[in-house]
């Protein structure tokens, strides 16, 4: 069962304005990236459905940030079918992402009150996915789309909560650009998580990354 509902969950999330996304095989590894976000201000992070026993892993997870990161809402992404999205939901997952949008997750999400965000390439897919009960909609790939697309389907939609993910950069320059088109939050992997600062367990570059970012971005919203 979901430790935080979708509104809390929402709330995690707007508060500090970015998603780590993250996949690991090794879950002892993948607790440390969780711990280290953690230190670094994060308060929801999304595992990805990438591996073989990828569900395994997630669970593992979720046990350990309830004793060690006790405020992170912890949500899966990668999830494209129901079936999959209720597996998670049953090992605790906080909230689901997907790289696109399918109704029938949203009405598995709707029933246990979990916030599901899934991605959308256009104006009607955003708004068949809101009239659905998604409250936050993923633009994705964001690289392919730009801020001009975030800014444009903000004009006559300006209700809409937007999460860009793909490309996202923790640079002052790259999330001022999707903030101040008025990206709601954004989600961020590899760049967050390079491979060599992962191989070298270097934590404290996650979270000291994890800081910076949440400072660009506090200063891009004002």
Known sequence: MAKFDKIAVLNKIGSTGMVPVFYHEDVEIAKKVVKACYEGGVRAFEFTNRGDFAQEVFAGLVKFAVRECPEMAMGVGSVVDPATATL?????????????FNPEIAKICNRRLIAYTPGCGSVSEVGFAQEAGCDLCK??????????????????????????????????????????????????GSKLFPKD???????????????????YIAEARK
């Not at 998670?88 to 696109?100: E, K, N, R």
């Not at 367990?201 to 970012?213: F, H, L, M, P, S």
């Open 197 to 215: 600062k992962v191989a070298a367990e270097d934590w404290g570059y996650v979270t000291k990354k994890c800081t910076e970012a949440l400072e």
């Open 88 to 100: 998670y939901i049953q090992s605790g997952a906080d909230f689901v992402v997907g790289p696109l």
């Open 139 to 188: 633009i994705f790939p964001g690289d392919v789309y730009g801020p001009n697309f975030v800014k444009g389907l903000m004009a006559p939609m300006p209700w809409s909560k937007l999460m860009v993910t793909g490309g996202v950069e923790p640079t002052r320059e790259n999330l001022t650009g999707w903030f101040g088109a008025g990206a709601f939050c954004v989600g961020m």
